[in-house]
C-alpha cells in the first residue's frame, strides 16, 4: 500500500552531522503523520521526531536543540537534520508513516527498512 524510502544513514564522528531523508510512494492517505523512530542494540524503539501535514512537530527531550525535521508536502518526503550527534544518538533510524483511514478514522502504520547512524570517534 505505502512504501518508505529512507537514506543518509552512516558513520560519523561525534560533533558531525547526518541528514535522513524518507520518501513514501503508493496508496497514500489523506490524513498522516510522519517521523523517525530508532532502536539501539538491546533497547525499546522511540520515536526521535514527528510532522503533521500541517507542520505541527514533536521531538523527544535528548535530541531537542540538535535535530530538525522537515516535510514536504509535495513529495511526500520527509527529512530529520541531525547536528550535533552523539554516540548515544547511534541506532537504526526508522522512517514511520501514520495514516489515518477516512471516513472511519481508524489508523494503520507503515515503516522503512531502517537505516543505520553510528556516531563513533
Known amino acids: 500500500q505505502v512504501q518508505l524510502v529512507e537514506s543518509g544513514g552512516g558513520l560519523v564522528q561525534p560533533g558531525g552531522s547526518l541528514r535522513l531523508s524518507c520518501a513514501a510512494s503508493g496508496s497514500l492517505f489523506s490524513m498522516y503523520v510522519m517521523g523517525w523512530y530508532r532502536q539501539a542494540p538491546g533497547k525499546q524503539r522511540e520515536p526521535v521526531a514527528t510532522?503533521?501535514?500541517?507542520?505541527?512537530?514533536y521531538y523527544r527531550d535528548s535530541v531537542k536543540g540538535r535535530f530538525i525535521i522537515s516535510g514536504d508536502n509535495a513529495e511526500n518526503t520527509v527529512h530529520l537534520q541531525m547536528t550535533s550527534l552523539k554516540p548515544e544518538d547511534t541506532a537504526v533510524y526508522y522512517c514511520?508513516?501514520?495514516?489515518?483511514?477516512?471516513?472511519?478514522?481508524?489508523?494503520?502504520?507503515?515503516w522503512g527498512q531502517g537505516t543505520q547512524v553510528t556516531v563513533s570517534s
Open positions: 510532522i503533521t501535514g500541517d507542520g505541527g512537530t
Open positions: 514511520n508513516y501514520h495514516a489515518v483511514k477516512y471516513p472511519d478514522y481508524t489508523s494503520i502504520d507503515y
